[in-house]
């Protein structure tokens, strides 16, 4: 079975606690195990990723101090090889296109159902190497 | 010569515009002024130099007689003619500006003189410088000496002065001459010396010159003093003027932080206000059909109001047009307004309502996977629905609160009418209408956001089959439009109208339609945002939306788009 650790990073608990509870309850398609782990806020998640590695990060766009765009970009330059899928309620093309360039694999805007943050999640998981 | 009248006449008349100017007038006045100035001061000041200098001439004149008496009195005494001629033909040849000296006795014969063939002359005592003395009965034997004097012209027609000077019978003549003049006898001759005035007139003619060019340096200074001071009186003319032939986009330049210039500030701000209530008020005019169409004549708009449209390019007067439109005019105004506080407040609303409706649609759907019970899961699939559907509102109310202003690029609107019709007309729902193209092929093409004209395209065919049901006829026509309008530019636009043959709009439903969230579709087929999203791109487009409709025949929505894209 391959393990997928995955970082939720979203100022509402209420959103939190779905997708904890969506890869608790959903089963993979892939035979994928999901270790999921929330925080509050970009900076929360920067001082996470110091200590621990996530293969995917799931993250909001709009949360008080650091914006999710240049959460990104520093992912995206300390753990290339992390995988990040944006999740964001405030959902127009052109946030998506610059999510995008930036390096997110997705773009899932909120509300969604659970198969499809599953189905984005996977798509990103069968990708990579077990860790 | 009344032709000849006439035509002075109208060229006059093609001048009037300058010389009633206010810059002309006063340019005029201050000229004149310093002219009539120049020449008065000019003529005293010429003429008091000219005397001064005259009388400077004359005392030297009389300075130069008296010399010669003295220098003479011992030859005459001794009646030595001979010494007498050489001393008066050395001090004319010595002095500069003596032209001749002569002697003349009581008997007006002259006995010396400069003066080649002059000697032994008579002189009548009717001769001008004779008579000066000679002209009553008995002589006169004292005369003040500008009396004595008098100007002639030369026979090269240079002008002379000449000044008598007597010689009077002192008591040493009457004893010691050889004569022994009688005493009773007081003058025994005079001295006659002619003067050049050359040296004066060079003078006054340099003075004069001089005079001249300091008037004339003046008034240029003054013009080019009065040309700057003008510069922004003219430029206000020219721009009310410029606004006055129906120029809106006129900018009164502003020379500097004066008077004139917050004027002109302040004119340019109420004409941009001016500009902005034209505009508007030219869109209201196409809204209340007070317009003609190039490619439709007059006669078949039947759906004009009466005498509202005048094609003789004489349209109705900007008031006239306001009045009429004014309760149209504020239902605009009051409709943008809400529009767009409600576009602010939508997005906000969106944006939050999206984190609870994640768990709403999270949970529900979780839920429907573990439940087998069929009424439960019917409930929940209810849920899982509406849920949804609450999301489709939200995403709708984001893309009508989105600000963005369109990308615009010149565009042949046909094209972008097919691309909505290719796709469109594959869908299940047009497959029992009847797509009419009626489209102009040689429109000029207009500068447009393609994405977004297209989504008003889509929306609004989407609308015609909801309302037909899915059956009937959708005509699409393209053409050409203008505004004529008395008191402003004429406006090109391209208008595509859609026309279905459906249910028609009941008018009280006409008012709301542009309104977002009303809808008179099934709950879960519209969000009533379409046409407010249709609304604000049409609007951010500097374009126009309207509809016409009757119950039971069909609906008409007609864009209407500038052709220059200006804004």
């Known amino acids: 079975m391959k393990r997928i650790k995955l970082l939720i990073v979203d100022d509402e608990i209420v959103v939190q606690r779905s997708c904890v509870d969506i890869f608790a309850e959903k089963r993979s398609k892939y035979d994928i195990k999901y270790d999921v782990k929330t925080v509050s806020s970009a900076d929360e998640a920067l001082r996470l990723l110091e200590t621990e590695s996530f293969d995917i990060v799931l993250t909001d766009l709009k949360m008080p101090g650091l914006p999710g765009i240049e959460l990104i970009v520093k992912i995206k330059n300390k753990h290339p090889e992390t995988a990040i899928i944006v999740i964001t309620g405030f959902s127009t093309v052109h946030t998506a296109v610059e999510a995008m360039k930036l390096g997110a694999t997705d773009f899932i805007p909120k509300p969604f159902t659970p198969d499809e943050i599953l189905s984005a999640v996977e798509n990103a998981a069968v990708k990579m190497k077990p860790s | ?291 003609g169409r190039e490619d439709e004549p007059a006669e078949n708009g039947g759906k004009k109001p009466n005498g509202a449209r005048r094609l003789d390019g004489a349209g109705p007067s900007f008031p006239e047009i306001y009045g009429r439109i004014s309760d149209e005019t504020h239902l605009k105004i009051v409709r943008s307004v809400k529009l767009a506080s409600l576009g602010k407040l939508s997005a906000g609303i969106a944006h939050e309502i999206n984190n609870p409706l994640t768990a709403v649609l999270s949970y529900s759907s979780l839920l429907l996977d573990r439940i087998d019970s069929p009424k439960e899961k019917a409930w929940l699939e209810t849920i899982v629905e509406e849920t949804k559907r609450c999301r489709n509102i939200v995403t709708a109310l984001l893309e009508f609160s989105r600000q963005t202003a369109p990308e615009k690029v010149p565009t042949h609107i046909n094209e972008v009418v097919e691309r909505a019709v290719t796709l469109l007309g594959n869908q299940e729902s047009f497959h029992n209408i009847t797509i009419v193209k009626n489209l102009n092929p040689s429109l000029p093409r207009v500068k447009v956001d393609r994405g977004q004209i297209y989504q008003v395209f889509m929306n609004l065919m989407i609308n015609a089959a909801d309302a037909m049901n899915n059956r009937g006829a959708l005509t699409i026509e393209s053409r050409r439009n203008v505004i004529k309008s008395a008191v402003a530019e004429d406006r090109h636009f391209v208008e595509v109208s859609f026309s279905d043959t459906g249910c028609g709009i009941p008018q009280e439903n006409v008012e709301r339609l542009f309104d977002p969230f009303f809808t008179t579709k099934d709950a879960s087929v519209g969000t009533g945002l379409g046409l407010s999203i249709c609304h604000g791109i049409i609007k951010r487009h500097n374009g126009n939306i309207k509809v016409a409709s009757r119950i039971g025949e069909g609906s008409t929505f007609t864009i209407s788009l500038p052709v220059n894209g200006e804004g």
Request: hydrophobic share 45%; glycine share 8%; charged share 25%.
């Open chain 2, 1 to 291: 010569m009344s032709k000849r009248f006439d035509s002075l006449k109208h060229r006059l008349g093609l001048l009037k515009p300058y010389y009633r100017s206010l810059g002309f007038k006063l340019f005029a006045f201050i000229s004149g002024i310093l002219i009539l100035f120049a020449v008065v001061t000019a003529y005293y000041a010429v003429r008091v130099q000219e005397e001064q200098l005259i009388d400077e001439v004359l005392t030297g004149a009389d300075n130069t007689a008296q010399a010669i008496e003295y220098a003479t009195r011992t030859a005459m005494l001794e009646n030595n003619r001979g010494k007498i001629g050489e001393i008066i033909a050395h001090i004319a040849g010595k002095t500069e500006g003596i032209e001749a000296i002569r002697l003349i006795d009581k008997n007006g014969i002259v006995k010396e003189s400069t003066a080649p063939g002059d000697k032994g002359r008579a002189v009548p005592k009717t001769e001008k410088q004779c008579a000066l003395c000679h002209a009553g009965e008995k002589p006169r034997a004292a005369l003040a000496r500008d009396l004595r004097t008098r100007i002639t012209a030369a026979q090269d027609g240079r002008k002379v002065i000449s000044i008598a000077h007597a010689v009077y019978n002192e008591e040493g003549c009457s004893a010691k001459c050889h004569t022994a003049h009688p005493t009773a006898q007081r003058v025994l001759g005079v001295f006659d010396i002619t003067l050049s005035l050359a040296g004066v007139d060079s003078k006054i003619a340099a003075n004069r010159r001089h005079m001249m060019a300091f008037y004339l340096t003046i008034t240029a200074l003054a013009a080019v003093i009065l040309f700057i001071l003008m510069r922004p009186i003219n430029a206000l003319i020219e721009g009310l003027k410029a606004v006055a032939r129906g120029e809106f986009d006129t900018e009164i330049p502003v020379f500097a932080g004066d008077d004139l210039g917050r004027l002109s500030s302040s004119l340019n701000k109420i004409i941009g206000k001016f500009r902005g209530e034209i505009e508007y008020g030219n869109l209201l005019m196409y809204d209340a059909e007070l317009i």
